[in-house]
């Protein structure tokens, strides 16, 4: 998935696996969130990464910005692995990556002034003087859209699209090479979603930051994504460009998210339509991870597990019989 140049994030088969039970008399559990994840992101792209809830899609993130350790693997970030960083070396790193939550609100400290919130990581992660502090916040704040004399006031004087812009200059503060946005517009009205996906473009085409743009629906993570990653129970089910994948999808999972999409009658796509609910992250089907909802199903599905490949250039899926 790499070009010539190295990427900015590399991961490799990523696991993150959480004990369930199990022990003196039964085999231990296992819920494998993240199941052998790999994927690389480039400097300034927005990689979008879509799967319904429960998918472990929360879960890598939290272990990419190691919020989490991991099982296993690594992401090398310029080289550097992350996973291998503990104590103080890992707290002077921290700048480098960042989030954007998705509850506005509930990530904003009611009691902290925007300036103080906007304060604390450039206090924590770098040396500047407090006017340079100062100056800095009033940046950030034009940048991300809003008034700079707002900078004393509270949170719950804000609107939830608001919020989601301190959110934003909050997570810009420290200069980060990359940010993970984790579902940044699904709690917000459907007029301010565009505006947020807007913002962050622009922030990106002046920074140069590169995203992974966490979200369920794919209309939103198309409009905003150079490449695009479905994720299935913990695994990833395909990657590619985002206008070929959504154009014609070659895993029946992706066709499915798409035929779930609001505006799939503007498509050319058939309809192919999800049975049942995202099985058990605890004791996950054999074979295709997806062959107990997959109107495609043949009997070898149930059960060889089939492997993400290159189907054709730049396209990867994992299915045996890709659309
Ligand atoms: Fe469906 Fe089989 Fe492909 Fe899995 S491998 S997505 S069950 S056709």
Request: aromatic share 6%; charged share 25%.
């Amino acid at each position: 998935m790499s070009g010539s140049e190295p990427s900015l994030l590399e991961v490799r088969d990523l696991r993150k696996y959480y004990p369930a039970g199990g022990g003196l008399f039964s085999p231990r559990r296992f819920v494998k969130a993240v199941d052998g994840v790999r994927f690389t992101l480039e400097k300034g792209e927005t990689l979008g990464l879509v799967g319904e809830s429960g998918c472990g899609k929360s879960t890598l993130a939290r272990v990419l910005l190691r919020l989490e350790d991991p099982t296993s693997g690594s992401v090398f970030l310029n080289g550097e692995d992350l996973c291998s960083l503990r104590g103080e070396a890992l707290r002077r790193r921290r700048g480098a990556f960042q989030m954007i939550f998705q509850d506005p609100y509930a990530s904003l400290n009611p009691k902290m002034s925007v300036f103080s919130i906007l304060e604390e990581p450039l206090k924590l992660h770098t040396s500047l003087s407090p006017a340079e502090r100062e100056k800095k916040i009033a940046d950030l704040l034009d940048m991300v859209g809003l008034d700079p004399g707002y900078a004393r006031r509270y949170p719950h004087q804000f609107s939830g699209g608001q919020r989601q812009r301190i959110g934003i200059a909050r997570a810009l503060a420290v200069n980060p090479e990359f940010i993970v946005a984790d579902e940044p517009v699904s709690a917000l009205d459907v007029s301010v979603q565009a505006q947020i996906v807007n913002l962050l473009r622009s922030v990106q085409e002046r920074t140069g930051v590169a995203f992974l743009f966490i979200a369920h629906d794919l209309a939103v993570v198309e409009h905003i994504s150079r490449r695009i990653m479905v994720m299935y129970l913990g695994k990833i089910a395909e990657s590619g460009p985002a206008g070929e994948l959504c154009r014609k999808p070659r895993h029946p999972y992706t066709a499915a998210l798409l035929s779930a999409a609001p505006d799939i009658s503007k498509r050319s796509l058939s309809r192919v339509c999800l049975s049942g609910d995202v099985p058990s992250p605890l004791d996950p089907p054999s074979g295709c991870r997806f062959h107990t909802r997959c109107p495609f199903a043949k009997e070898i599905c149930g059960k060889t597990e089939p492997e993400l490949r290159e189907v054709e250039p730049g396209r990867f899926c994992a299915c045996h019989f890709p659309l």
